[in-house]
Nanobody
Framework: QVQLTESGGGLVEPGASLTVSCVLS????????LGWFRQAPGEEREFVAA????????YFSDFVRGRFAISRENAKSTVYLHMNSLKPEDTAVYYC??????????????????WGQGTQVSVSS
């Protein structure tokens, strides 16, 4: 059974940095993409970043490009979202998602097959 488990969320001040993690279990998978999405209260879920597990390609939304980075550690089946220069508008629940049988990063929620439970990131002074 596929499971995605996020961790590392918390409360930080504006301008701070935070890294959230997602551990993948289950499978097996031959090729896939891991993505990060976020959802603020009353808002739709939106794409943040994605990384191809086999090809190493990455893709970012416009509002985080240059501030956030995504990386993976294959030996630990873990993907990280490194968030810098955090703003109050980055406050949301951050979700990890897996797109199976594809090496193409995508921003579309329906393309992802499995989802984690999310981790809360709050940016406030």
């Amino acid at each position: 059974q596929v499971q995605l488990t996020e961790s590392g969320g918390g409360l930080v001040e504006p301008g701070a940095s935070l890294t959230v993690s997602c551990v993948l279990s289950g499978g097996p998978f031959s090729r896939y993409v891991l993505g990060w999405f976020r959802q603020a209260p009353g808002e739709e879920r939106e794409f943040v970043a994605a990384i191809s597990w086999t090809g190493g390609s990455t893709y970012f939304s416009d509002f985080v490009r240059g501030r956030f980075a995504i990386s993976r550690e294959n030996a630990k089946s873990t993907v990280y979202l490194h968030m810098n220069s955090l703003k109050p508008e980055d406050t949301a629940v951050y979700y990890c998602a897996l797109r199976d049988r594809s090496a193409l990063c995508s921003e579309y929620v329906p393309f992802y097959d499995y989802w984690g439970q999310g981790t809360q990131v709050s940016v406030s002074s």
